[in-house]
């Protein structure tokens, strides 16, 4: 069982970058999956996260409007596209799932990617 990011890079102020967070071993179609990012002295912050029964998403107030969560089944990953970068956003950026349900019947776990470093600089 393995998630792996990719994506990552430097980028100018205004930018884009797609990060894209790939599962191995277990199917990511019907699990929560997050995305956090951890800058250097500060603390993990939830950046959106895609529920695994609607795909319903949620976005941090920091990226809503400028960051984009969805989901590919047939590759078995979920992206990030990320737009209008501002420097604030540089950060190691983590893949994480942790719940799947089934109807009413629900299972924990807690997948964690190794990040990536996304950087926004000019």
């Known amino acids: 069982v393995q998630l792996v990011e990719s994506g990552g890079g430097l980028v100018q102020p205004g930018g884009s970058l797609r990060l894209t967070c790939a599962a191995s071993g277990f199917s990511i179609s019907r699990f929560d999956v997050h995305w956090y990012r951890q800058a250097p002295g500060q603390e993990r912050e939830l950046v959106a996260a895609i529920q695994g029964t609607d795909d319903r998403t949620v976005y941090a107030d920091s990226v809503k409007g400028r960051f984009t969560i969805s989901r590919d089944n047939t590759k078995n990953t979920v992206a990030l596209q990320m737009s209008s970068l501002k420097p604030e956003d540089t950060a190691v950026y983590y893949c994480?799932?942790?719940?799947?349900?089934?109807?009413?019947?629900?299972?924990?776990?807690?997948?964690w990617g190794q990040g990536t470093q996304v950087t926004v600089s000019s």
């Open positions: 994480n799932a942790d719940r799947v349900c089934s109807g009413h019947v629900c299972e924990e776990f807690d997948y």
